[in-house]
């Protein structure tokens, strides 16, 4: 029993033995500086999983020590001035550094002024929950743990560090139900209160699309990320932030696309059509440009079930661009087949195209055909050919000749 024990303790102090902390320690003590392990690596090594990619805070010069330890790690730094951080990209994992610093929020919802301090328990003071709020001294080897967060974690609790916390920064809702179910933790009963009435009384609305975004994606990419929108909505988050609240169905839509591994981007924007978010402009356009696309899709669906021949199957469905088509070919099972129809009849091609119509018209072939209704025969004689009722060169130009005339 005892040496079990002891064996537990040797491995959740494992992460010493990596070089690449080796190498950070190293550097620290040349710099003359002190140096933390922190923030989610630190909490997992006590949840004993695997941890590769680590968080080091210090209370030195962030641009200096990064470019150096990445020299040394073979790696590359990148460096972001204004919030004081960098991340080191080597072998594969990374490595994020950051200044210690305080945090002011000079406006709920908005992002904070960065300070930088000496005094790690001010760093862990500014963080969310208790259980991401303590540090692991490297150069003095002790845990630093000013609101008991490695109890919290032992008892599974999610649990804020002060009563202002989710006014301060409202995304801490998403993140506090986020780590919740990543977990399996419970939000501890005061918190949780906090929680509700923050909601309530609608801070959400105070953080930017763009934070909301951000958060919205950390979660599809979670594996119990449907737990969590679910939970979401019945806080009522998202009728507050979108005016709209996700039924079982739709996450049962986001399961499946997430399942037939359609790309994240994808699953978000989809996300984002059934909260019913039409302010399309603040989107980039191709995300835009499927949200108008699946709303087409809706008025045009029964049509589309209903549709027998090949050309109506084109018409329909033509005016779609592929990532559309995936999300509805991921979703819409009884109409598979006519995507695959239409995958395969849009590449035929007429034997006639403009610059042979051109070259009919200057020969006398064909007559009373104005540049402006090309794109218009064109599109008729595709979709003729389609349906089967053009097989050569010569009925496609008496299917024009005849186009003319009718007109
Ligand atoms: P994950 O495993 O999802 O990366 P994490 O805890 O590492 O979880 P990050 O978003 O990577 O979360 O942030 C790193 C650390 O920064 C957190 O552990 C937390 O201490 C702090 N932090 C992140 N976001 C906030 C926030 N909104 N408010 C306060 N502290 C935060
Ligand atoms: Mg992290």
Redesign the pocket.
């Known amino acids: 029993m005892k040496s079990n024990i002891i064996d537990k303790k040797k491995s959740l102090l494992d992460f010493k033995n990596q070089p690449v902390i080796a190498r950070a320690v190293e550097l620290a003590k040349e710099f003359n500086i002190k140096i933390f392990l922190v ?3 630190l ?2 090594i006590f949840l004993r999983k695997k941890v590769l990619d680590f ?1 080091l805070a210090i209370n030195g010069d962030v641009k200096k020590f990064g470019s150096l330890l990445a020299e040394k790690l073979k790696g590359k730094f990148i460096y972001h001035p204004q919030f004081l951080t960098g991340k080191i990209i080597y072998n594969s994992n990374y490595l994020d550094i950051a200044r210690l610093r305080d945090e002011i929020y000079e406006e709920p919802g908005a992002l904070p002024k960065v300070i930088p301090i000496d005094d790690i328990t001010v760093d862990l003071k ?3 929950f208790t259980i ?2 303590f540090a692991y001294d490297l150069l003095e080897d002790r845990i630093i743990d000013p609101f008991s967060g490695v109890k919290d974690l032992k008892e599974r609790k999610i649990r804020i560090l002060h009563e202002r916390s989710f006014i301060d ?1 409202p ?2 809702i998403f ?1 506090a139900i986020r780590f919740a179910k990543r977990f399996n933790f419970e939000i501890e009963k005061k918190t949780f209160t906090l929680l509700k009435r923050a909601i309530k009384e609608s801070y959400l609305k105070t953080i930017s699309y763009q934070r909301i975004f951000h958060e919205l994606y950390l979660i599809l990419k979670e594996k119990k990320f449907n737990e969590i929108l679910f939970s979401l909505s019945q806080l009522r988050i998202f009728k507050k932030i979108f005016g709209k609240s996700l039924y079982r169905r739709n996450i049962k839509e986001l399961e499946r696309l997430k399942s037939l591994k359609t790309p994240l981007e994808l699953i978000f924007i989809y996300l984002l059509y059934l909260l019913d978010f039409r302010e399309l402009r603040i989107l980039k356009k191709e995300e835009a440009k499927i949200i108008e696309e699946l709303d087409y899709f809706r008025k045009i669906k029964r049509r589309l079930l209903r549709a027998k021949r090949y050309s109506k199957i084109y018409q329909l469905l033509s005016p779609l661009s592929l990532s559309t088509l995936k999300i509805i070919y991921a979703l819409e099972i009884s109409l598979r087949r006519k995507i695959k129809i239409y995958e395969k009849i849009k590449e035929k091609r007429t034997l006639i195209n403009g610059r042979e119509l051109r070259k009919l018209l200057q020969k006398g072939v064909i007559k009373n055909l104005k540049e402006k209704d090309f794109s218009k025969i064109l599109l008729h004689l595709k979709l003729k050919k389609i349906d089967g009722e053009l097989k050569s060169k010569e009925e496609e130009i008496k299917e024009i000749i005849k186009w003319t005339q009718e007109r």
């Open positions: 923030g989610g690596p909490r997992d968080d500014r963080r969310d991401n709020a920064d995304t801490r993140r």
